[in-house]
């Protein structure tokens, strides 16, 4: 179980890195989310558009969100803090 979730998560650190390599990366918190047309909007004011509007789906204002974007185009929205989310101590 350790040696499969350990592949898990070097597996999602290797795919962070492949898109941070082409993509800009933003935090903050869900102002607004479509999953049907793929607009993602944030408090700050940023406003993101996916090509893939399901990858929007579950997610909702007020959540905090990662998003990989290349300028106003959506690459991959994230939970930045997923153990959090879990109650999970990972220390």
């Not at 999953?35 to 905090?64: I, V």
């Amino acid at each position: 179980m350790i040696k499969l979730m350990s592949v898990g998560v070097a597996t999602a650190v290797f795919l962070a890195c492949s898109f941070a390599a082409y993509a800009e990366q933003t935090t903050g918190i869900i102002s607004s989310v479509n999953s049907t047309t793929g607009t993602l909007g944030l408090q700050s004011g940023e406003t993101f558009n996916f090509d893939n509007p399901a990858s929007l789906r579950g997610l909702l204002p007020g959540e905090r969100v990662g998003v990989f974007h290349n300028g106003s185009q959506g690459v991959n929205a994230y939970d930045p803090h997923p153990a959090h989310r879990d109650n999970i101590d990972i220390n």
